[in-house]
């Protein structure tokens, strides 16, 4: 299983940014997909999480900012964030759990200026 993430980049604070992630290979068709984030010199964090069934989780700073979404069709999970803070500046990683297995993709840069 391979992922490929998209979408960083540098924004103001205020701004928008979407992030995308495709997975390929064999996926079980339950499966969960979720961004995490690491910052320099903290851990690495969950941000928001979505199952294959729509269920999503929200690490409570990004509650009501961001929203992750998903196309089960093209094994795709998106992030949308908005009202970018400058506390959001991270490395964003995608993750994805399928059966007892899960993948790390390689991060997206996300910076967020003030």
């Known amino acids: 299983v391979q992922l490929q993430a998209s979408g960083g980049g540098l924004v103001q604070a205020g701004g928008s940014l979407r992030l995308s992630c495709t997975a390929s290979g064999d996926i079980y068709s339950y499966n969960v997909m979720a961004w995490y984030r690491q910052a320099p010199g903290k851990t690495r964090e969950l941000v928001a999480s979505?199952?294959?069934?729509?269920?999503?989780n929200y690490e409570e700073s990004v509650r009501g900012r961001f929203t992750i979404s998903r196309d089960n069709g093209e094994a795709r999970v998106y992030l949308q964030m908005n009202s970018l803070k400058p506390e959001d500046t991270a490395d964003y990683l995608c993750h994805l759990q399928t059966g007892p297995l899960y993948y790390w993709g390689r991060g997206t840069q996300v910076t967020v200026s003030s």
């Open positions: 979505i199952s294959s069934e729509g269920s999503t």
